[in-house]
Nanobody, 121 residues
Framework: QVQLVESGGGLVQAGASLRLSCAAS????????MGWFRQAPGKEREFVAA???????YLADSLKGRFTISRDNAKSTVYLEMNSLKPEDTAVYYC???????????????WGQGTQVTVSS
């Protein structure tokens, strides 16, 4: 398994930007696919974005154009750049890892502890 630690969450106003980071350890970073999920109060956890070992990225359709995922293998870190934030983006954001992109999008085997993002109107 991979140990994951998120950072970068906070309270921002609508329209602002935030960049979340997720530092990984415990397994060769380049051998895992990475992803981000979020869970808003009273809602189920939902897929946000994923980046394959090759660097190919995937985004939830509703977030395309505002969110970007990237990875830095030298730093064993995955990033989620969030722009034009809306109050409905308020959630706990979780980093995830798995052996493949399909797995990281559906059944990750490693999770971070989550970081809170709150967007005020």
């Amino acid at each position: 398994q991979v140990q994951l630690v998120e950072s970068g969450g906070g309270l921002v106003q609508a329209g602002a930007s935030l960049r979340l980071s997720c530092a990984a350890s415990g397994r060769t970073f380049g051998s895992v696919a990475m992803g981000w999920f979020r869970q808003a109060p009273g809602k189920e956890r939902e897929f946000v974005a994923a980046v394959a070992r090759s660097g190919i990225t995937y985004l939830a359709d509703s977030l395309k154009g505002r969110f970007t995922i990237s990875r830095d293998n030298a730093k064993s870190t995955v990033y989620l750049e969030m722009n034009s934030l809306k109050p409905e983006d308020t959630a706990v954001y979780y980093c995830a890892a798995a052996r493949s992109t399909i797995m990281v999008k559906t059944t990750p085997d490693s999770w971070g502890q989550g970081t809170q993002v709150t967007v005020s109107s």
